[in-house]
């Protein structure tokens, strides 16, 4: 396997991801931001974090694919939320945990950031993704 996830002794936990990965092969995969649109641009679950992370992740899911690469091959995550509040986390995570057997996504997470922010692509967009991969 080309990725090792791992969290090294006397780091912050429990978290739902790991601090660190640990990548050998040659051939790097980057997905640029993700966001809740279907194939035709149209938005996906409009004022819902939860289901807009959901689909921004299925997107985020059919770039790695389209590479060669699953969520197995992950090295780090990157999420930017809108108006960023720690009251948001619980639906967060309920995006997260909506398509993460169906999406295979490794529990616990690749190491990964979530940054706040203003405003993403339009108005409507509250969350957008980011993935980076290592393949042999």
Request: charged fraction near 20%; glycine fraction near 8%; hydrophobic fraction near 45%.
């Amino acid at each position: 396997m080309a990725v090792e996830l791992f969290t090294p002794d006397g780091m912050f936990q429990p978290v739902p991801y790991h601090h660190v990965s640990a990548a050998t092969g040659t051939r790097q995969v980057h997905v640029a931001g993700q966001i809740a649109r279907d194939a035709d641009g149209n938005p996906v679950a409009p004022g819902d974090l939860a289901g807009q992370l959901a689909h921004a992740l299925r997107n985020t899911a059919r770039g790695l694919a389209g590479a060669g690469a699953t969520f197995s091959d992950v090295v780090r995550l990157r999420f930017f939320v809108t108006d960023w509040q720690p009251e948001k986390y619980a639906d967060f995570l309920k995006g997260i945990e909506q398509v993460a057997e169906e999406l295979g996504l490794p529990d616990p997470l690749p190491p990964l950031s979530a940054i706040g922010v203003d405003y993403l692509f339009e108005p409507d967009v509250l969350v957008e993704v980011e993935a980076y991969a290592v393949l042999d």
